[in-house]
């Protein structure tokens, strides 16, 4: 039985298939088929294959489990990435990420969904917005 990876990636799978162990810490079979979906067409299916291969077997669930994170990162974050993210104490927003492309939700780009805001600011000025919205509000 092919694994939820190949499955959705349309490719033959076998008993040594080599993303099928990158999944096994995503509980649900769909949302193993929607992180797939996203990390294969971030860094291309080729890509992806290339990486998985190049690291020993033991590390590779979590070698895809970061290039999850660096796909959403850099996709709501595309100057910074999740690095960017991380320094700005807004790891949160990068975990939010993962967590809706394994729901199979779409990603924006911060900039388009806060405005026009400068990611070092990003923290500050949310409190700001935060605080705009009670006052508007009262
Ligand atoms: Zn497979």
Request: proline share 4%; charged share 15%.
């Amino acid at each position: 039985m092919s694994c939820n990876g190949c499955r959705v990636l349309r490719k033959g799978c076998s008993e040594s298939c080599i993303l099928r162990p990158c999944l096994q810490w995503i509980e649900s079979p769909e949302a193993q088929g929607h992180a797939t979906v996203f990390v294969a067409k971030f860094f291309g299916r080729a890509g992806l294959m290339s990486f998985i291969s190049s690291v020993p077997e033991s590390q590779r669930p979590d070698l895809f489990q970061s290039l999850l994170f660096e796909a959403c990162g850099r996709t709501v974050n595309p100057v910074n990435g999740a690095v960017g993210l991380l320094w700005t104490g807004n790891w949160n927003i990068c975990q939010a990420a993962v967590e809706t492309v394994l729901r199979g939700g779409t990603l924006r780009p911060i900039n388009e969904v806060l405005g026009d805001l400068h990611h070092h600011h990003l923290q500050e000025r949310l409190q700001k917005d935060q605080l705009l919205h009670l006052i508007k509000n009262q």
